[in-house]
């Protein structure tokens, strides 16, 4: 049974940072897609950050130059760096992953495993 947890959200300040993790378990990291997603208040689920098969990373416009996708196969976890946060990052996020390696053409529909989230919040 695969399982998906998250930790690290919290309340933070504009402009500062935060690393959310997911810890998989039933799961092999290796050549299958898994991705962040984000859903605050009101709005649809968004996809933040994937990271494909062949490794290869995605970010959505909004928070490029600012979040890091990244994986460590070895404790099978995946990662979200983000910096320089603003208001308009708050939501809770999810962590997500799919049975295939690719994600570029996915959105939430396509997902196969979700964890509960980790609140992110942030104060001006």
């Not at 890091?68 to 996020?93: G, H, R, V």
């Amino acid at each position: 049974q695969v399982q998906l947890v998250e930790s690290g959200g919290g309340s933070v300040q504009t402009g500062g940072s935060l690393t959310l993790s997911c810890a998989a378990s039933g799961y092999t990291f290796s050549r299958r897609c898994m991705g962040w997603f984000r859903q605050a208040p009101g709005k649809e689920r968004e996809k933040v950050a994937t990271l494909n098969g062949a490794g290869t990373t995605w970010y959505v416009d909004s928070v490029k130059g600012r979040f890091t996708i990244s994986k460590d196969n070895a404790k099978i976890a995946l990662y979200l760096q983000m910096n320089s946060l603003k208001p308009e990052d708050a939501a809770m996020y999810y962590c997500a992953a799919r049975n295939g390696a690719g994600c570029a053409a996915y959105g939430p529909d396509n997902m196969d495993y979700w964890g509960k989230g980790t609140l992110v919040t942030i104060s001006s």
